[in-house]
């Protein structure tokens, strides 16, 4: 038998080989190919995948060895890197019908920023009035999900507690496009929890906060505006179950724990800004509203609280943990309400710093360093928000006014920093963002985000073609180091108030940002006041129709049953 040769390696395939020439099989591989691709970082291309069954793996790997192509697995999955010299293939192996596929295409490494598209528009399935969906977003790989803190009704619809809140997952589909399959509440939902309030998601593992939640996890011991952070797990038959109820160290009251939310792996972390007591917990430690960061790390089924990390120079007030971020051994928490520079040596009211820490290899974290801007002014906010991904951290200060000459005017315009790590191991300031159209009252930099060489900034009063309608301005990394402006998005039907961007997330070929004021529908129809939305884009060539996982059918989670920020 002939050998078959494959036009993009130039080269024979093993003896036995067989071409697949099934149209609709060629796009589903080319689907599944240009979906790891985007997860991976790379560009889309529209090169033709060639799919071939072959004798076995061993045969084809022999052949690219005798062809001088190495080939290596990307670890935990059926896909392959190709290489020799400066080619560069993306590969997938698999078993179908007890017969071995394998399926390639190039793989092109980007050395120009790529535009993102809108793919979604989503709203909640049960949409009523007032539930501001949209508040908080998150998204990792194939799952987003969107909080609606002041949503009544449980799971089911029923049961209406006021603003005990709620949380919406969305799958990404065969189609790419991303459909709602599940809504989550507490277990123990009780009136005015916020369930919602902050969102976080990493695998198959989400975490949501309740700012407002006053009970423990026995659902006793009420303490006011205590907060909790609740688990939920994706079983093997695709529903989401709540599997852990995550709680401060102290529950004193006023701890707002669960304000902010990151998760990376087997680490939570849970901000919580109005924390009091310093790492002792008694009284002789107290300082009003200094703030702390909660680490909770999985050991075997549960989640046991490990750390408390606080700032070394707390304060009155500075409410450090009002945002946090987490990238896999590093932490970044926000402190708004900060006065003080790097040293403390000049006071200046709510200028704003942010703290990074580090895992060292036996566990322990040590805080890494302070952060704050270099043109810092009173009031600037510096760490309302915060995002950190690997060697880089992007931090929002929403109060920046309009002439940084003139405090008293012109005030929410907003700024964003971005910082890396040198190769020193210090944090410097890579970049202070100020978009040429930024308005007073635009307050950009209320969101952030960064994923690879990727970083956004939200205006949620932005202009795009229609007026305050809320932008998300995207940042790229070029080849030279340089972080340059590559776009500005907004949603496709532009809300003017929607303020689109009051949320927003990035990982590697997606960002979501959320309209909690939106009022229509996916249609455009069916009119709610402040129903809210939350809007999905989608970096490079999105036309193939890549694919994710298989969706999973709605179901009702089998959980107990029992406005604004």
């Given at each position: 038998?002939?050998?078959?040769?494959?036009s993009l390696l130039k080269m024979k395939m093993p003896v036995g080989t067989v071409r697949q020439r099934s149209?609709?099989?060629?796009?589903?591989?080319?689907?599944?190919?240009?979906?790891?691709?985007?997860?991976?970082?790379?560009?889309?291309?529209?090169?033709?995948?060639?799919?071939?069954?072959?004798?076995?793996?061993?045969?084809?790997?022999?052949?690219?060895?005798?062809?001088?192509?190495?080939?290596?697995?990307?670890?935990?999955?059926?896909?392959?890197?190709?290489?020799?010299?400066?080619?560069?293939?993306?590969?997938?192996?698999?078993?179908?019908?007890?017969?071995?596929?394998?399926?390639?295409?190039?793989?092109?490494?980007?050395?120009?920023?790529?535009?993102?598209?809108?793919?979604?528009?989503?709203?909640?399935?049960?949409?009523?009035?007032?539930?501001?969906?949209?508040?908080?977003?998150?998204?990792?790989?194939?799952?987003?999900?969107?909080?609606?803190?002041?949503?009544?009704?449980?799971?089911?619809?029923?049961?209406?507690?006021?603003?005990?809140?709620?949380?919406?997952?969305?799958?990404?589909?065969?189609?790419?496009?991303?459909?709602?399959?599940?809504?989550?509440?507490?277990?123990?939902?009780?009136?005015?929890?916020?369930?919602?309030?902050?969102?976080?998601?990493?695998?198959?593992?989400?975490?949501?906060?309740?700012?407002?939640?006053?009970?423990?996890?026995?659902?006793?011991?009420?303490?006011?505006?205590?907060?909790?952070?609740?688990?939920?797990?994706?079983?093997?038959?695709?529903?989401?179950?709540?599997?852990?109820?995550?709680?401060?160290?102290?529950?004193?009251?006023?701890?707002?724990?669960?304000?902010?939310?990151?998760?990376?792996?087997?680490?939570?972390?849970?901000?919580?800004?109005?924390?009091?007591?310093?790492?002792?917990?008694?009284?002789?430690?107290?300082?009003?509203?200094?703030?702390?960061?909660?680490?909770?790390?999985?050991?075997?089924?549960?989640?046991?609280?490990?750390?408390?990390?606080?700032?070394?120079?707390?304060?009155?007030g500075g409410s450090m943990g009002n945002s946090v971020g987490i990238s896999g051994n590093r932490v970044i928490?926000?402190?708004?309400?900060?006065?003080?520079?790097?040293?403390?040596?000049?006071?200046?009211?709510?200028?704003?710093?942010?703290?990074?820490?580090?895992?060292?290899?036996?566990?322990?974290?040590?805080?890494?360093?302070?952060?704050?801007?270099?043109?810092?002014t009173p009031y600037d906010e510096f760490g309302y928000s915060v995002a950190i991904d690997g060697d880089n951290?992007?931090?929002?200060?929403?109060?920046?006014?309009?002439?940084?000459?003139?405090?008293?005017?012109?005030?929410?315009?907003?700024?964003?920093?971005?910082?890396?790590?040198?190769?020193?191991?210090?944090?410097?300031?890579?970049?202070?963002?100020?978009?040429?159209?930024?308005?007073?009252?635009?307050?950009?930099?209320?969101?952030?985000?960064?994923?690879?060489?990727?970083?956004?900034?939200?205006?949620?009063?932005?202009?795009?073609?229609?007026?305050?309608?809320?932008?998300?301005?995207?940042?790229?990394?070029?080849?030279?180091?340089?972080?340059?402006?590559?776009?500005?998005?907004?949603?496709?039907?532009?809300?003017?108030?929607?303020?689109?961007?009051?949320?927003?997330?990035?990982?590697?070929?997606?960002?979501?940002?959320?309209?909690?004021?939106?009022?229509?529908?996916?249609?455009?129809?069916?009119?709610?006041?402040?129903?809210?939305?939350?809007?999905?884009?989608?970096?490079?060539?999105?036309?193939?129709?890549?694919?994710?996982?298989?969706?999973?059918?709605?179901?009702?989670?089998?959980?107990?049953?029992?406005?604004?920020?």
């Amino acid at each position: 038998m002939d050998s078959v040769t494959s036009s993009l390696l130039k080269m024979k395939m093993p003896v036995g080989t067989v071409r697949q020439r099934s149209a609709d099989s060629i796009r589903m591989t080319t689907g599944l190919l240009d979906s790891f691709t985007v997860l991976k970082d790379y560009s889309l291309n529209k090169y033709t995948t060639e799919s071939f069954y072959i004798p076995t793996f061993d045969s084809l790997k022999a052949r690219l060895d005798r062809n001088n192509y190495t080939i290596t697995r990307y670890s935990g999955t059926d896909f392959y890197a190709i290489k020799k010299d400066s080619f560069n293939y993306i590969a997938r192996v698999s078993t179908i019908d007890q017969q071995t596929m394998v399926s390639m295409k190039p793989l092109t490494v980007s050395t120009s920023s790529q535009p993102y598209t809108q793919v979604n528009k989503l709203v909640a399935s049960d949409r009523i009035n007032n539930v501001e969906f949209g508040r908080a977003v998150a998204i990792s790989n194939n799952y987003a999900v969107v909080g609606a803190q002041i949503e009544d009704n449980d799971a089911e619809g029923k049961n209406p507690k006021p603003d005990a809140g709620a949380a919406y997952i969305y799958e990404r589909g065969l189609d790419n496009k991303w459909k709602q399959v599940q809504k989550i509440v507490a277990a123990d939902r009780s009136p005015g929890a916020n369930f919602g309030w902050s969102v976080g998601v990493s695998g198959n593992t989400i975490v949501v906060g309740a700012v407002y939640e006053r009970f423990d996890a026995t659902g006793r011991n009420e303490s006011t505006s205590e907060g909790a952070a609740y688990v939920f797990e994706r079983g093997a038959d695709g529903v989401w179950k709540q599997t852990q109820k995550l709680l401060s160290s102290d529950r004193s009251g006023y701890n707002y724990f669960g304000t902010s939310i990151g998760i990376d792996g087997n680490i939570i972390v849970v901000g919580a800004p109005g924390h009091s007591r310093d790492s002792t917990e008694r009284q002789e430690g107290y300082v009003g509203d200094a703030g702390a960061v909660f680490v909770f790390e999985k050991k075997g089924n549960n989640w046991r609280r490990t750390y408390k990390l606080l700032a070394s120079d707390r304060e009155h007030g500075g409410s450090m943990g009002n945002s946090v971020g987490i990238s896999g051994n590093r932490v970044i928490a926000g402190a708004w309400g900060h006065d003080y520079g790097i040293k403390g040596e000049e006071r200046m009211e709510a200028c704003g710093a942010a703290y990074i820490w580090e895992r060292m290899d036996d566990g322990k974290w040590t805080r890494a360093q302070k952060l704050v801007a270099t043109d810092g002014t009173p009031y600037d906010e510096f760490g309302y928000s915060v995002a950190i991904d690997g060697d880089n951290a992007v931090i929002g200060a929403r109060n920046v006014t309009l002439d940084p000459k003139d405090e008293n005017n012109n005030g929410y315009s907003g700024e964003a920093y971005i910082f890396s790590l040198n190769e020193n191991g210090e944090w410097k300031e890579a970049k202070a963002i100020i978009p040429e159209d930024r308005k007073t009252g635009c307050y950009f930099g209320a969101s952030v985000g960064v994923s690879g060489n990727y970083a956004i900034a939200g205006a949620w009063r932005g202009d795009g073609k229609k007026p305050y309608i809320g932008v998300v301005y995207i940042y790229w990394k070029n080849p030279a180091g340089k972080w340059i402006q590559s776009q500005k998005i907004s949603a496709s039907d532009e809300g003017t108030y929607a303020n689109f961007s009051m949320a927003a997330a990035i990982h590697k070929g997606f960002i979501i940002s959320g309209s909690p004021m939106e009022w229509r529908d996916v249609a455009g129809k069916n009119e709610y006041s402040n129903a809210g939305a939350a809007y999905i884009f989608m970096r490079g060539d999105n036309k193939s129709g890549a694919k994710a996982n298989p969706v999973t059918p709605k179901q009702t989670p089998k959980a107990p049953t029992n406005k604004t920020q």
